[in-house]
């Protein structure tokens, strides 16, 4: 499986400049690449190759005066440009098709000069790794680096990034072979939330940090001192900085909150499911400021990549299930509740259930469901390709209340 291992870098200042000219060669190359691609398309022409833009917007502009000073930067930054544009396009392209999972995605765009965010990305032949714990990235120098923990293998790829409040980092691509952790009984359904950030199955709770909240104070602060500052003064240029570096306290004191709460789960259970949630729409509610603080996307995307590292069973669970109104003990399917019931009894059994706890157990249960389903889908598929198929009846079951042990068709087990 392939991972990234992110470094924070300290380039001086020749080689501050240099990273400059770098960024702003990728960006000029990927203007350039898109803008053709537009104006084709606009004009009916047919797709621009690669080969092309590559002969036309890298290795003959170096040659004109207008784009001479291409050559100052590594030929590898501006073919990878290039490259990132064409897996942009793919993705959309497969996004139109409905190859690509999930939200919709939109054409390439131009980026600004004036972007905080800078990138360029490498490959082995324009950086290495030097004995005296330096990494040597072409036409820019040997950077200095904060070795954090080590590489578990040689990298494939690099990318140097520099955020919005100026601060430079290497983020590495390595192979690295799955870490299987010992094999345990315990298994977790996860229901997230915003007074409690997650409940677990076995009704553990895991209370919300609320970073963005506890640091709104001095945010408005340093916000406020940013407005009054003058456009283009050297002062407002100092005050975003502030206000960028405060939002980048929080974004990491959220991520590394995420990891060590995600590591925990995935150490302590076989398997984990969690509800697919809609955060996108969740988003444009009056939730918004706390559904972004919580991270739940971020959060989810941890425990999968976490769960495959490790071995461990994930899945997640369809975001129209009802795991709020299904009862965790009959089955039974008490209705739709708003959100400030907490607690309800059941009219099926009179079980009476925490709100979080129940849903977390209804997503364990529906998780599990899937898990076997895939399999079941699995074994047929295998049996269908051999000489012989074995013909596997489907079992019996009365129409009514499930028997004890037995599963209803919403995954929730009977009395």
Not at 75 to 94: G, H, I
Request: aromatic residues 6%.
């Amino acid at each position: 499986m392939r991972l990234r291992y992110n470094y924070r870098a300290y380039p001086d200042a020749t080689q501050r400049r240099a990273l400059a000219q770098a960024f702003g060669c990728a960006r000029v190359v990927w203007n350039d690449c898109l803008r053709d691609r537009k104006e084709a398309h606009a004009a009916g022409l047919p797709y621009v190759t690669s080969a092309e833009l590559s002969r036309l917007r890298i290795t003959q502009a170096k040659r004109t005066e207008e784009r001479a000073w291409l050559a100052g930067v590594s030929a590898v930054v501006l073919q990878q440009s290039l490259r990132d544009l064409d897996t942009a396009y793919q993705n959309f392209f497969d996004s139109l098709r409905g190859k690509r999972q999930g939200r919709k995605i939109g054409p390439p765009r131009y980026k600004s000069k004036k972007d905080t965010r800078q990138s360029i990305r490498l490959n082995t032949n324009a950086f290495s790794l030097q004995e005296n714990g330096m990494v040597y990235v072409a036409k820019v120098g040997n950077l200095k680096v904060k070795w954090s923990r080590r590489l578990p293998s040689a990298p494939t790829s690099l990318t140097v990034t520099k955020d919005s409040c100026g601060r430079y980092f290497l983020s590495f691509v390595v192979d690295t072979e799955p870490d299987i952790l010992p094999e345990l009984e315990a298994e977790a359904g996860i229901d997230l939330g915003l007074s409690a950030f997650a409940v677990l199955s076995d009704g553990q709770k895991i209370d919300s940090p609320r970073f963005l909240r506890r640091a709104e104070k001095k945010l408005g602060r340093l916000q406020r001192e940013l407005s009054r500052k003058a456009k283009g003064s050297k002062n407002r240029a100092k005050a975003r900085i502030k206000v960028a570096r405060q939002h980048a306290k929080v974004a990491d004191r959220r991520r590394d909150w995420h990891h060590k709460a995600s590591t925990q789960i995935i150490r302590d259970n076989q398997a984990v499911f969690v509800e697919d949630l809609a955060v996108s729409g969740l988003g444009r509610t009056r939730l918004a400021k706390s559904v972004h603080d919580a991270g739940w996307s971020a959060f989810v995307g941890m425990l999968e990549y976490k769960a495959v590292k490790h071995g461990r069973t994930f899945a997640k669970v369809d975001r129209a299930f009802p795991s709020s109104q299904i009862c965790s003990a009959c089955g039974f399917r008490d209705g739709p509740k708003p959100l400030h019931v907490r607690e309800w009894t059941c009219s099926g059994c009179g079980t009476v259930h925490d709100r979080d706890h129940n849903a977390a157990r209804n997503v364990l249960f529906e998780g599990r469901r899937i898990v076997a389903a895939g399999r079941a889908e699995t074994l047929n598929a295998s049996q269908s390709a051999g000489r012989t198929r074995t013909e596997v009846p489907a079992q019996r079951v009365e129409a009514g209340s499930p028997r004890k042990g037995q599963t209803t068709q919403a995954g929730i087990p009977g009395l």
